[in-house]
RNA sequence: GCCGAGGUGGCAGAAUGGUUAAUGCGUCGGACUGCAGAUCCGAUUCCUGGGGGUUCGAUUCCCUCCCUCGGCUCCA
């Protein structure tokens, strides 16, 4: 196992990792609330993750990641209310897109996305527990509160005091609390909203403690890592804090805390209250998502990063053109010598250039995940194997493999260079080569006019040509 | 008001107590090309918010001020 450092925000400081029971590390992160389509800020969370646990599992630990989905809340049941569906149908559909939307964006590492209200059992046993040491209390119409007074600790991941919070400020004060900064964790039913029986009458689980019951189960009292978006630590990870403790009698409830920075649109957070969102399966369809995971792993995870589009997505498709291009050479190089071990050595410096890199690239990751740094290193090799593009085919396979060395430890751990038969064209790509070859015959004897018809032609069905001094390449960029 | 994160070239965005502050985009020049595009080579050597301090040396550490963003019970 690697060892690695990571910025844990309860200490406020980089921290080298040590799992509870290795080579296991239980991993949580806060998922979607699945009211809407997701947005690209919910991708760079959803990509920064994934290449935390791609890293892990490649340094050898064994991984458990979980994702949960809050499949209802207040939100989602006033949407569902407004389009007069299911709410729970309704969360059900925007989860099952995005799933999709993760297998797309080759989010691969996720073991499991529970839902909350799978967990009802639990959560209402660790409500039981609560009440029964003395840190929750019943309300007269049966919600359940938890007593923020009785967990002296509380606030000690965002730092807040309780007695400075400004209760109100943004959400109305509820009366049925004993003190303001209580929060819910077992919600009395609102007739027509889906309910479970409890002790205390039917109900719903409050936000905060589905993630503790939900991990409580799945990874026990204490677990290694938790993630999310910084905009989650208060209250929602004060209050896992709170709950876990408390419920647990075990303490730290998680060993590292990663949040990552958010993506801001205009300068400001994209979120959906705002209203400044654009949406992920767009971004998707338009750029593809080599180009999405590329502009996220480019800035380190824990900085903003400002979204402008078209701009920032057109910057970011160029620069991994460049840097993609050595890769899918030497890819379809060893395509067309599958069976064939023929073929020059790598010279000594370049085949020990290869192995030094990938070892730089561990290294690099393994510095609280600096992503960027690593493309800088990738644009480094890139740069280097271009000079060798024009000699790909004398090399043997062994040596090609060489080559590609750094580009497939990018590919296992940061999820680029992935190359999908997908988008290549379809029907089209079996007419693509004959229409080359017309195309190449008319240019052969001077006629462009009719060579830049085939081009055009093509151009229409969504395929780019382009030529160079070994032929003519094409692609399917999709219609324009 | 309180808590937290952050201010780096035209833009995006890294890094380090120490030679010309990475990398990419863009721009300019050149090569290649029937044209286009892509690609390649070279250039873009006056960029670390302001002011103090520590140090032989600060972008980095400390103090202070200014500005931006996030949070203060909906939020990745």
């Known amino acids: 196992m690697r060892r690695f450092t990571v910025y844990d925000s309860l200490t406020r400081e980089v921290r080298s990792f040590a799992p509870i029971a290795p080579p296991r590390v239980g991993m949580f992160v806060c998922g979607l609330t699945p009211y809407a389509e997701a947005h690209v800020g919910h991708g760079r969370f959803a990509v920064v993750f994934d290449v935390v646990a791609r890293a892990l599992r490649h340094w050898g630990y064994r991984v458990f990641y979980v994702q949960n989905i809050t499949n209802l809340d207040d939100k989602l049941i006033a949407r569902a209310a407004e389009i007069e569906e299911d709410p729970l149908a309704l969360a059900d559909r925007y989860a099952q ?29 660790q409500v039981r527990v609560l009440i029964d040491r003395g840190y929750a209390y019943v309300a007269e119409d049966g919600s359940v509160y938890y007593s923020v007074a009785r967990f002296p600790e509380y606030g000690k991941l965002s730092g807040q005091r309780v007695e400075a919070l400004r209760p109100g400020a943004r959400v109305e004060v509820d009366e049925r609390k004993r003190a303001p900064e209580d929060f819910v964790i077992w919600k009395a039913a609102t007739p027509g909203e889906p309910s479970w029986e409890s002790p205390w009458g039917p109900g719903r689980p409050g936000w905060h403690i589905e993630d503790t019951a939900m991990t409580g189960r799945l990874l026990g009292p204490r ?104 890769a899918d050479r030497i890819a379809e190089a060893l395509d067309r010598r599958a069976e064939d071990a023929a073929g020059a050595d790598l010279p000594d410096t370049l085949a020990d250039a290869a192995e030094a890199l990938e070892e730089t690239l561990d290294a690099t ?80 004897r001077g006629d462009f006019a009719e060579a830049d018809r085939i081009r055009d032609e093509l151009r229409g069905r969504g395929i780019r040509l382009e030529d160079d001094a070994s032929g003519t390449r094409w692609e399917f960029t999709g219609p324009e």
């Open 97 to 125: 897109s995005w799933r999709r939307l993760m297998t797309r964006l080759e989010v691969s590492s996720v073991n499991y996305y529970p839902y909350a209200t799978d967990y009802v059992p639990e959560i209402l046993a």
């Open 223 to 326: 677990y290694d890592l938790h993630g999310a978006g910084l905009d989650l630590i208060f209250p929602h990870h004060d209050s896992e804090i709170a709950l876990a403790e408390a419920a647990s009698g075990e303490a730290p409830f998680v060993n590292y805390w990663m949040h990552n920075g958010l993506l801001t649109m205009g300068g400001e957070k994209m979120s959906k209250s705002i209203g400044n969102v654009s949406s992920l399966e767009d971004a998707i369809d338009r750029y593809g998502p080599m180009v999405l995971r590329f502009y996220y792993l480019n800035a380190h995870y824990r900085s903003p990063l400002e979204f402008d589009p078209p701009r920032t997505l057109d910057e970011a498709k160029e620069a991994y053109a460049r840097l993609a291009l050595p």
């Open 365 to 444: 990751l393994a510095n609280d995940f600096n992503s960027r740094e690593v493309i800088a290193l990738l644009f480094g090799w890139t740069r280097r194997m271009t000079e060798d593009l024009p000699r790909l085919d004398a090399y043997s396979s062994d040596a090609l493999e060489e080559l590609a060395g750094p580009y497939r430890w990018a590919e296992e751990v940061l999820g680029l260079f992935v190359r999908r038969p997908e988008g290549r064209g379809g029907a089209w790509a079996n007419l693509v080569p004959v229409l080359l070859e017309a195309r190449a015959r008319a240019r052969a």
